[in-house]
């Protein structure tokens, strides 16, 4: 399931992150979940990771991060994808769901984390695209965060707060600073309702998991999707 969730299923990572943490602790809640995720994979066979390209659009990489804040520890996600000048390019490259390896006691201290962790993974694929793709409007990482504080961190540097709550978030958010500073990454805030990276990070309702699917490229021509997609179309027009 890990291969799966890494090569052509971003709908299965946070599942995958899940079960892989309790391999040493396997008991029959996790065989119950496990059976549910493969019984989910058979029943959307016909759903595809779609890459779609507008002639013309000059590509710029895109690097959303996020993470959900919990006990014991958070979960992180993150996807590099490319993105053009229209809402229709998307191709995503590499994502990821994984169990934070500190305990982080603030929302800013998950999220720096994640920050941290989704830059340092996929800066080497970033500095691949560079030299193969030509075209690319951006020299520059573009880091998309929906936590205005950690943009306000990514921005300033350290924070004396962290210094004193949470150290090792407080030197992550240093690095990100730096590596802005010398201009590596460019952080930007983008909003929850966009944030691509949301589906990795947390349990999420039917609507708002269909939502995010088309968010990261999830296509599917069944009539059930499509019953599902207009239903959240639907609920973020009311909203």
């Not at 971003?10 to 602790?25: E, F, I, N, Q, Y």
Request: positive net charge; hydrophobic residues 45%; proline residues 2%.
């Amino acid at each position: 399931m890990a291969a799966r969730a890494a090569a052509a299923h971003p709908d299965v990572a946070l599942a995958a992150s899940a079960l892989g943490s309790r391999v040493a602790s396997w008991d029959k809640r996790c065989e119950a979940e496990l059976e549910r995720t493969a019984g989910y994979l058979v029943s959307t066979a016909e759903r595809r990771l779609r890459c779609s390209f507008r002639h013309g659009d000059r590509l710029s990489p895109s690097l959303y991060t996020d993470a959900d804040w919990a006990s014991p520890r958070s979960q992180s996600g993150y996807l590099l994808c490319l993105e053009g000048e229209s809402e229709s390019t998307l191709i995503p490259l590499l994502w990821g769901s994984k169990k934070q390896s500190i305990v982080a006691d603030s929302a800013a201290a998950s999220e720096t984390v994640a920050a941290h962790s989704g830059v340092k993974t996929a800066f080497p694929l970033f500095l691949s695209l560079k030299a193969i793709i030509g075209n690319l409007s951006e020299s520059a990482l573009r880091a998309k965060l929906d936590n205005r504080q950690v943009l306000a961190l990514v921005r300033k540097g350290e924070s004396d707060k962290l210094f004193f709550t949470c150290k090792s978030a407080n030197i992550r958010a240093n690095l990100l600073a730096e590596s802005a500073e010398r201009g590596i990454i460019a952080a930007e805030h983008v909003g929850t309702l966009h944030q691509r990276a949301d589906i990795f990070t947390k349990v999420q309702g039917r609507l708002l998991f269909e939502r995010n699917l088309d968010l990261i490229g999830i296509v599917g021509d069944d009539d059930r999707a499509k019953l599902w997609r207009a239903r959240a179309a639907a609920a973020e027009v009311a909203a």
